[in-house]
């Protein structure tokens, strides 16, 4: 491998270039890595496919081969209902590594001695002569019945060969917009349960594809032992939650998704794992430094969870055939990585406001392990799967997090721009609508990093939970249970919240980024926040679904919102303003309230005074020619009052305005955008 090329770094941001040898540095850990594991691994393709060697199969003639990881172990058996339990009947062979291995005889020609779906544990001794068990590190299906007890159970997942899933479709190509939808199997549901993959599939499916989303963004579906963690605990890494159904039903799922063109990215954590001891990794062969760092480096002080040792090449092994796993035996289209900024420093973000000095970004608080090990998991994945997506969930701003790591990036894809939603509650919560800064809210949009692709949203799960409040329970509060039948008044509340809720999204989908996110029912304006079932709240289901039954009722106003939001994505999706260069913004109106700019041909106008209308507002345009209104969010059948006439023809003069080369005129009533496009 050639040394990194400081002028392909310094082309992309000039103010690196004191910093260039810190970039350098940890590209030259991430080549070492690379060596090593081709010398050592015969590769990445190998060492990523670590799920074929460890945990348990089943060969074609019926003998099961279990493999493990467990270094400090001194003697290890496999137990289960297969054996009774018998903590000495089935004895592994460990080797000069660490890796305990047994082979069980078939009961005969191709059935093997271990039922399917049968319970079973790896029961070991350590020095001390204790005797601890563990679920495999590697099993792909646990469960867990909460009337014995929250511990999982761990089993042999071996359907016949009837049973198991067979995919019909191909993966979709690597859409060149994406719009996402953010969505929780569990919540999918009206009724006050778990929802199920097949319930997802049967219902939820085609409402992401009619609303005009392209990606699908599955969350807590690695197995977590707490529900109310919203996947965030993982106990299993290599376990789809069984709380939704079977790995069949989730496969199901996925291939139903792309039979309808549609990409799924899986919501991955490995920033950290669950501290669960008798059902996940923590204290695995009696040690708290197999796959985390020893002592307080090891545990996150904030979430009370445990921390991987990056730099262990056992625990790449693990992490990366993680990402394989996902990619190859659930046919995902690649990942949106949790939790990035607290990988990618020794201080994880606690108690840390970054002020976007490029010092914070490579100082002794960057913890090189945690930055390289998301380069080698970007540069495995894009180069075994040249469609694959990687979404990184990172509040730092790190630069290079979204250039590939040949040029001294990190290798993902697109970054969530963390700081629109924080802005939009801000606003909501401390300003008056007539104190709302036009220029600070564009600043918010388009401040991202040149060359770096980012994922714009005005709100995810984050801002739906309780504590928090999503944008329509800001703007419309309690009257969301008392005025959103089209049979009530339409209020002063009612009015303002429909009409700036259209506007923010709009605004935000076309100006923010190179992509766009939407968290499932925020699409509507769910009426409640998400809250899962916990001891505060007597285990109630009542927060933790979706109500669907709001949005299918003609005679409520959700619909309106719903309509309005597959208006944006399909027009997105004729016109492609994701995929485009960034906008020219030519306006910000601080006495007007309005905002004007062009991107992918379209003229965007947003007027956000509340109670101002205005006859004839000039805006300027850069390309001659005639234009009629595309979408306006004063449509009837988006709320609105019908006020702009959508048979109109705008006409350029072609006189300079507003640094551009052309204008005309429009009537922008209050709380309402156009867009116009070329006739």
């Excluded at 969530?416 to 709302?436: G, Q, T």
Aim: negative net charge.
């Amino acid at each position: 491998m050639s040394p990194l090329d400081k002028n392909a770094v310094l082309e992309l941001d000039g103010y690196l270039e004191p910093f260039f040898p810190a970039i350098a540095a940890r590209h030259d850990i991430y080549q070492k890595w690379v060596n090593t594991i081709n010398e050592s691994e015969g590769g990445f393709e190998k060492f990523s496919k670590g799920y074929d060697k460890f945990g348990l199969h089943a060969l074609p003639n019926g003998d099961v081969v279990y493999r493990e990881w467990a270094p400090n172990a001194k003697e290890a058996n496999l137990i289960g209902d297969f054996n009774q339990w018998n903590r000495i009947s089935r004895p592994m062979k460990r080797d000069q590594y660490g890796v305990w291995e047994i082979t069980v005889p078939a009961a005969s020609p191709g059935v093997p001695s271990i039922p399917h779906d049968s319970k079973l544990k790896i029961s070991m001794i350590l020095p001390s002569g204790e005797r601890i068990e563990r679920l495999p590190a590697w099993i792909t299906r646990v469960t867990q019945d909460l009337s014995v007890s929250p511990v999982y159970d761990a089993r042999f997942w071996n359907p016949p060969e009837a049973e198991r899933y067979k995919f019909k479709n191909q993966r979709p190509p690597k859409p060149q917009s994406v719009r996402i939808y953010e969505a929780h199997v569990g919540i999918s549901t009206a009724d006050g349960r778990v929802g199920t993959y097949k319930e997802f599939t049967t219902n939820i499916l085609p409402r992401i594809k009619n609303l005009g989303y392209n990606v699908i963004q599955l969350m807590a579906i690695l197995e977590h032992a707490y529900y109310a963690s919203f996947g965030y605990q993982v106990t299993s890494f290599f376990a789809a939650s069984s709380r939704y159904g079977t790995p069949e039903e989730l496969k199901e799922l996925i291939d139903t998704a792309h039979g309808m063109g549609l990409t799924v990215l899986l919501d991955v954590v490995h920033s950290h794992a669950c501290k669960n001891v008798l059902d996940g990794l923590n204290n695995f062969d009696g040690t708290d430094h197999q796959y985390f760092h020893e002592g307080a480096k090891g545990r996150h002080e904030l979430w009370d969870s445990r921390l991987f040792n990056y730099g262990s090449h056992e625990v790449l092994r693990f992490l990366l055939s993680n990402l394989r796993f996902y990619m190859e035996e659930y046919q995902f289209d690649g990942f949106r990585f949790d939790g990035v900024t607290s990988m990618m420093y020794l201080h994880h973000g606690i108690g840390t406001g970054f002020s976007g000095g490029y010092h914070e970004y490579f100082g002794p608080s960057v913890d090189t392990e945690g930055v390289v090990y998301l380069m080698l998991a970007n540069d495995f994945l894009h180069k075994l799967y040249p469609g694959v997506i990687t979404i990184a969930e990172d509040v730092s701003g790190m630069p290079l997090l979204c250039i590939p790591t040949d040029k001294g990036g990190v290798g993902f894809d697109y970054r969530l721009s963390m700081a629109i939603p924080d802005m939009w509650i801000k606003l909501l919560k401390h300003k008056s609508d007539d104190e709302w800064d036009m220029g600070n809210i564009v600043h918010t949009l388009t401040n991202r990093r040149y060359r770096e692709a980012s994922i714009a949203y005005a709100e995810s799960h984050d801002q739906a939970l309780v504590g928090d409040k999503t944008l329509a329970f800001w703007l419309m509060d309690k009257e969301m249970y008392t005025n959103m039948s089209d049979l009530s008044p339409l209020t002063p509340v009612i009015e303002r919240g429909l009409g700036l809720h259209k506007l923010i999204r709009l605004l935000v989908h076309s100006l923010g980024g190179e992509g766009y996110l939407n968290f499932e029912g925020n699409e509507f304006g769910h009426p409640e926040w998400l809250d899962f079932p916990r001891a505060g709240n007597n285990n109630s289901f009542h927060y933790a679904r979706r109500q669907w039954n709001v949005v299918d009722d003609p005679l409520l106003r959700y619909k309106y919102l719903n309509e309005f939001d597959a208006a944006m994505n399909h027009l997105e999706a004729q016109y492609h303003w994701l995929s485009a260069p960034p906008a020219y913004v030519s306006l910000k109106n601080e006495t007007d309230k309005v905002v004007v700019f062009e991107r992918a041909g379209l003229l965007f106008i947003f007027n956000f005074h509340p109670t101002n209308s205005f006859a004839d507002y000039r805006v300027g345009v850069e390309e001659a020619g005639e234009y009629k209104v595309v979408l306006s969010s004063d449509e009837k059948k988006f709320g609105g009052f019908d006020r702009v006439d959508l048979n109109g023809r705008y006409h350029t003069t072609p006189l300079e305005w507003n640094n551009r080369k052309n204008w005309l005129q429009v009537y922008i009533p209050t709380r309402c955008c156009l867009v116009l496009g070329k006739n």
